[in-house]
C-alpha cells in the first residue's frame, strides 16, 4: 500500500505570490483552470495501490481548503487528510511530527511532495526505479536538468552515473556543484523517519541546552535538504531519478502563468475537454485556451473597432481594424468571468468574477478576482519565460526589486479592483479594491 503526503507550507510562505495570495492560500490559485495542488492529486490518485493524500501544512483550515478537500475526495474517489502543524517545522519536521499518521495502516512506500511545483509527476516511473534498485535505499529524489546558473537556486545532486546513488547533495550553493537539481517530489520509504528521527534527537539536546543557557527557544525546524539528504548522500541510502518530462517551480505569479502553459499543453493528452475549441458562434481561440463553463463569453463578438490608446498621452489611433473576440495562446478563463465584445487575452489568467468589458485587451497578466477592465484598456505587462534557445532553462522567479526599480514582470490586478476606460496599466502590481483613474507603468500601486 502506498500514501502520498503534499506539504503545502504556510501564511508566511508564498510572499513572492503577493498580492494574490492574500485571497487564497498559494496552493489553491487555479493553474490551467484547476488548483495547483489538484494536478499533484490527480497524478497521486493514478497511481495503483496509492491508498491516502495527506496534505501538511501550517495554515488555519478554512472554508476554502475543506471545499477543495472535499471536492477532491469526490472526484478522484481517494481519502484526502490536512494536517496541521503548530508552527512552521520545516520540509522534514511536518512529516516527523506526523509519522505516526503517515505509518498507519502500513503503507511500504509514500511519495513526498512540494506544493509549489509543477510536474507531469512520473510517480508510476519513480516507483517502478524503486522497485529494480532493490531494498537498500530509503528515498528515490526526482531531479531534472537545470543549466549551470540557474542550478544555484535549487537542490543540487551529484550522482554516481551507474548506479544512481545520491553522491553530495547542497541546498541552493553558492558555486557550481552540478546540473541536476532536486524537483521537490520524492518517493521514501519508512525508513527515512529512523535517519529524520536522528536528526530530531539531536536538535532536541541542543534545544534543552540552548533553552537552559540562554532562556530562548529555538524552533523545532527540520530541514530535509539540507539536515537529511546532505547527511545520507554518498551513503547509498538516496538514488535519484531524472525525468525529461516538464518540471517547474511556482514561485511568482510570473511562473503561475508559464506552468498554466505547461499544464494546457498536456491538457492535448489528458484532459482534452478542459481545452477550448473554435466553433461557429464562439470567440477566436489561438493555441492552448482553458474556459470555465460557467464564463459568460460575448458570442456575438465578431466585428469590431479596435483602438490602441497610447500612454498617459491623449491620443487615440482609431483604427477600423475587424477583428473578433480572440482569446490565447495560454490563457485561462475562470468562474463566471464576463468578457466583452473585441476583447483580446493573451499569456494570461483571468480569476473567477472578473469582467473584461468591450475591446479591452489584457496581455500577460493576471487579472484578480471580481477585477473589471473598462472597454478599451490594456493591461499588459512583460513575460518571464524561460530562455526559449536553452533547453535546461528555468523560469526565473526574480526578486520584485532590482536596481532600485521595479523588476519588469507581469502585470497583476489585486481582487475587486477597477480598471476605468481607454487607460493603459503595463508592468505594474496594483493592490486589492483599487479604483484606478488613470494609466500607470512600473508601478505597485498601494
Ligand atoms: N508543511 C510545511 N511546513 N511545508 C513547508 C514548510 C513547513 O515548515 N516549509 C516549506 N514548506 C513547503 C512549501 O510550501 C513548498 O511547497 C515546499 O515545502 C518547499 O518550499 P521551500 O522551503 O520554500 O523550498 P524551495 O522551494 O526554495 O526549495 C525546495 O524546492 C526546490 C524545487 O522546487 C528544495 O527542496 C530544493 O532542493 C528544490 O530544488
Ligand atoms: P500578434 O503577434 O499578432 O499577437 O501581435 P503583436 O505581438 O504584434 O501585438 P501585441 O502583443 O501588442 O498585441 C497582441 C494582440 O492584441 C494583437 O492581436 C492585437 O490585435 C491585439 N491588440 C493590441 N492592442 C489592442 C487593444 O487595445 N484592444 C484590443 N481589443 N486588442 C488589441
Known amino acids: 500500500m502506498l500514501k502520498a503526503i503534499i506539504i503545502i507550507g504556510g501564511p508566511q510562505k508564498g510572499t513572492r505570490f503577493r498580492p494574490l495570495s492574500f485571497e487564497v492560500p498559494k496552493p489553491l490559485f487555479p493553474v490551467a483552470g484547476v488548483a ?77 511532495m512540494n506544493a509549489d511545483v509543477c510536474s507531469e509527476f512520473p510517480l508510476q516511473e519513480m516507483l517502478r526505479f524503486h522497485r529494480q534498485h532493490g531494498e537498500n535505499h530509503c528515498g528515490v529524489l526526482l531531479g531534472t536538468t537545470a543549466n549551470r546558473t540557474q542550478s544555484l537556486n535549487y537542490g543540487c545532486i551529484v550522482e554516481n552515473r551507474e548506479t544512481n546513488e545520491v553522491l553530495h547533495f547542497v541546498e541552493k550553493p553558492s558555486t557550481f556543484v552540478s546540473d541536476i537539481i532536486n524537483c521537490g517530489i520524492y518517493l521514501f520509504t519508512p525508513d527515512i523517519f529512523g535517519h529524520i528521527g536522528k536528526v530530531f534527537q539531536r536538535n532536541q539536546q541542543e534545544r534543552i541546552q540552548e533553552e537552559l543557557t540562554n532562556g530562548k527557544q529555538m524552533p523545532e525546524v527540520i ?126 489568467i483571468i480569476l473567477h468574477g472578473a469582467v473584461l468589458q468591450d475591446h479591452c485587451c489584457v496581455l500577460n497578466s493576471i487579472v484578480g478576482w471580481d477585477s473589471t477592465v473598462g472597454k478599451w484598456a490594456r493591461v499588459e505587462g512583460t513575460p518571464s519565460d524561460p530562455n526559449p534557445n536553452d533547453p535546461y532553462a528555468k523560469i526565473d522567479s526574480e526578486t520584485l526589486f532590482r536596481d532600485g526599480g521595479l523588476t519588469p514582470s507581469i502585470t497583476i490586478l489585486g481582487c475587486n479592483v477597477s480598471i476605468p476606460s481607454e487607460v493603459i496599466i503595463r508592468n505594474s502590481i496594483v493592490l486589492p479594491h483599487k479604483d484606478l483613474n488613470r494609466s500607470f507603468q512600473n508601478q505597485i500601486i498601494l
Not at 497524478?43 to 491508498?51: I, L, S
Not at 491538457?267 to 459568460?296: C, F, M, S, W
Open 36 to 112: 495547483m495542488l489538484q494536478h499533484h492529486i490527480e497524478a497521486c490518485a493514478q497511481v495503483p495501490d496509492m491508498k491516502e493524500i495527506i496534505l501538511i501544512g501550517f495554515y488555519q483550515p478554512n472554508d476554502e481548503l475543506n471545499r477543495f478537500i472535499s471536492s477532491s475526495q469526490q472526484e478522484f474517489k481517494i481519502p484526502i487528510r490536512y494536517l496541521q502543524e503548530f508552527a512552521a517545522l520545516g520540509t522534514g519536521g511536518g512529516i516527523y511530527h506526523f509519522r505516526d499518521q503517515i505509518l498507519s495502516g502500513g503503507p511500504a512506500a509514500f511519495f513526498l
Open 223 to 348: 530541514r530535509l535538504e539540507q539536515d537529511i539528504f546532505t547527511t545520507l548522500a554518498g551513503q547509498k541510502k538516496l538514488l535519484v531519478y531524472k525525468t525529461q518530462h516538464f518540471w517547474s517551480q511556482i514561485k511568482s505569479a510570473g511562473s503561475a502563468i508559464y506552468a498554466s502553459r505547461l499544464y494546457l499543453k498536456q491538457y492535448h493528452q489528458t484532459h482534452p475537454e478542459r481545452l477550448a475549441t473554435n466553433r461557429d458562434g464562439t470567440p477566436k481561440i489561438i493555441g492552448d485556451v482553458y474556459i470555465h463553463p460557467t464564463a459568460n463569453i460575448d458570442p456575438s463578438a465578431v466585428v469590431s473597432t479596435l483602438t490602441t490608446t497610447y500612454i498617459n498621452i491623449c491620443f487615440c489611433i482609431v483604427l477600423n481594424f475587424f477583428i473578433s473576440l480572440q482569446l490565447g495562446p495560454n490563457v485561462s478563463i475562470g468562474k463566471g468571468v464576463t468578457i466583452g465584445g473585441g476583447v483580446r487575452v493573451r499569456e494570461s
